[in-house]
């Protein structure tokens, strides 16, 4: 259930923001209103993500909404204690691979959106004002709504996404678990080989995928 509700619905954080300066001066709540006021416009309207061209839902995922995810955070919390074990290099090669198949994703997202419509209630900051979860429920023709907060952290003026929870489970959490697994069998490198041989896997099955 969970699987699915990130590929039906992480989509609603998916569009660029209308600048650099409204990402850096907007309230994270302005903000996570704003990108998805303009997804569900730009996905009634791209022909081309509607009839299921991943590449073009790459594409725009690649080029302006990936900058405004921590990937490294995301990826770090994904891993949990085995991070630290992980060098420089093998940090890095986590986060490029775990960013990767984040963006395959989210284009499975982009092009199974359905009409669906999303509604917000007031965030919760952090005790030190620089984290918040931004609330915000996904509205489905003929099922029950779900909830989905993001959580930010503020950093160099900016606020990023560094987890989605989807009706409570935490994006971060849910890979920890197979990525425990994967370092128990493997270690750090046999999780970077399992990671890109799943983009492998997706990037086989795009059509016209190169």
């Known amino acids: 259930m969970i699987a699915k509700s990130l590929v039906r619905f992480l989509l609603f954080l998916m569009l660029p923001?209308?600048?650099?300066?409204?990402?850096?001066?907007?309230?994270?709540?302005?903000?996570?209103?704003d990108v998805t006021n303009q997804v569900l416009a730009i996905l009634r309207q791209d022909k081309g993500i509607h009839s299921g061209n991943r590449q073009r839902a790459e594409s725009v995922i690649q080029n302006t909404v990936a900058p405004h995810f921590d990937f490294n955070r995301m990826t770090s919390l994904a891993v949990g204690r085995a991070w630290r074990q992980a060098d420089a290099g093998q940090q890095k090669a986590l986060?490029?691979?775990?960013?990767?198949?984040?963006?395959?994703?989210?284009?499975?997202?982009?092009?199974?959106?359905?009409?669906?419509?999303?509604?917000?209630?007031?965030?919760?900051?952090?005790?030190?004002?620089?984290?918040?979860?931004?609330?915000?429920?996904?509205?489905?023709?003929?099922?029950?709504?779900?909830?989905?907060?993001?959580?930010?952290?503020?950093?160099?003026?900016?606020?990023?996404?560094?987890?989605?929870?989807?009706?409570?489970?935490?994006?971060?959490?849910?890979?920890?678990?197979?990525?425990?697994?994967?370092?128990?069998?493997?270690?750090?490198?046999?999780?970077?080989?399992?990671?890109?041989?799943k983009n492998r896997q997706f990037q086989a099955a795009s059509p016209g995928a190169a």
């Open 17 to 33: 923001l209308s600048s650099a300066t409204w990402a850096a001066t907007a309230s994270p709540d302005a903000m996570v209103q």
């Open 95 to 197: 986060t490029d691979a775990f960013r990767t198949l984040l963006v395959h994703t989210y284009a499975n997202a982009l092009v199974a959106y359905r009409d669906q419509t999303v509604s917000f209630t007031p965030s919760r900051r952090g005790s030190t004002g620089d984290e918040v979860t931004v609330h915000s429920q996904v509205d489905q023709p003929g099922a029950k709504p779900i909830a989905i907060d993001y959580s930010l952290a503020k950093a160099q003026g900016e606020w990023r996404v560094f987890d989605v929870a989807i009706a409570g489970v935490s994006l971060v959490t849910n890979y920890r678990t197979s990525f425990a697994g994967e370092v128990s069998r493997g270690g750090i490198d046999g999780l970077i080989k399992s990671l890109q041989e």
